[in-house]
């Protein structure tokens, strides 16, 4: 199977689901990378943060590095400029591999200079270390200045995304902007299977309730990167292209918005690993 893609700004082309590897590792991370790219991903999503790169890295080195897109992130903590090459830099030992053909900044970090932070992409872009720039977290006010001091254009934003929380005025933006959007969360850390529309939708198209808001994600012209730790499910989760939401069900799903996040909240814990802002 051949995933449909999305031309990023460089020509590089993005496969529009990925394997997202938040909170797995050690084997579990290892066995779904590889049900992903045996099933067809050839997208595998990951950060210095999720602390898994290692074993992404070991998975990765049984296929061609150029068939699969691999994206990481620079933790907010590590956003000065010679952070970001360092951390760059360990992903890249970590994983195995001498580029990085998506590389985000984790959340925004009002505390470091995002000029200072974008230089040091330019920096990476330049060498051949990162193909594609982009951010993640970031509202649509943090991106249009991002999109102002780059001097790489933003590829894409990751946000979290799903029919609970579909944030109608950033996803504006970034359409305007030609900013990709990708899902983080796209099934809401699996709350969404709570769901009373979901679960009927899953029934009457005899679908999974994952294969249904990941195909609402797809037809929303959003890159959902959902997170299994079981082969059978990642297999399960790509199985999107071969069927599709009528106009009325996909209302439903449209008409579910609650404005209501699993992750991205005002609160912020500013000391701890991921920011480390000293009072």
């Not at 496969?15 to 997202?20: A, E, F, I, K, S």
């Not at 080195?61 to 000065?80: E, G, I, Q």
């Not at 902007?177 to 005899?206: N, Q």
């Not at 994600?217 to 082969?231: F, G, H, I, Q």
């Amino acid at each position: 199977m051949t995933l449909p893609t999305k031309t990023l700004p460089s020509g590089d082309e993005l496969p529009v689901v990925g394997v997202g590897t938040w909170n797995i590792g050690g084997d579990t991370v290892r066995e779904a990378v590889r049900a992903g790219l045996d099933a067809g991903y050839a997208h595998v999503d990951t950060a210095e943060g999720y602390k898994n790169e290692a074993e992404i890295g070991e998975a990765l080195a049984d296929y061609d590095r150029d068939d699969v897109f691999l994206t990481s992130k620079v933790l907010p903590k590590n956003l000065a400029y010679e952070s970001v090459i360092q951390s760059c830099e360990a992903s890249l030992e970590r994983l195995g591999t001498d580029y990085l053909d998506l590389y985000l900044i984790h959340w925004p970090n009002p505390a470091i200079s995002l000029r200072e932070t974008l230089d040091a992409m330019a920096t990476l872009h330049d060498e051949g270390k990162v193909r594609n720039v982009g951010v993640s977290n970031f509202s649509a006010y943090q991106l249009s200045c991002a999109q102002h001091v780059s001097d790489v254009p933003i590829a894409v934003n990751q946000i979290e995304y799903h029919p609970w929380f579909q944030r109608p005025d950033l996803v504006e933006y970034c359409r305007e902007t030609d900013t990709v959007i990708e899902a983080a969360a796209p099934l809401a850390r699996t709350e969404i299977f709570e769901s009373d529309v979901v679960a009927d939708l899953a029934d009457s198209y005899g679908k999974s309730p994952a294969q249904v808001v990941l195909r609402w994600a797809v037809e929303n012209d959003v890159v959902p990167l959902p997170k299994s730790s079981t082969p059978e499910h990642v297999r399960e989760n790509v199985e999107l292209f071969d069927w599709e939401l009528d106009d009325a069900d996909r209302q439903r799903l449209d008409e579910a918005d609650r404005d209501r996040p699993v992750y991205d909240y005002p609160s912020r814990d500013w000391t701890g690993d991921v920011y480390g802002i000293s009072e």
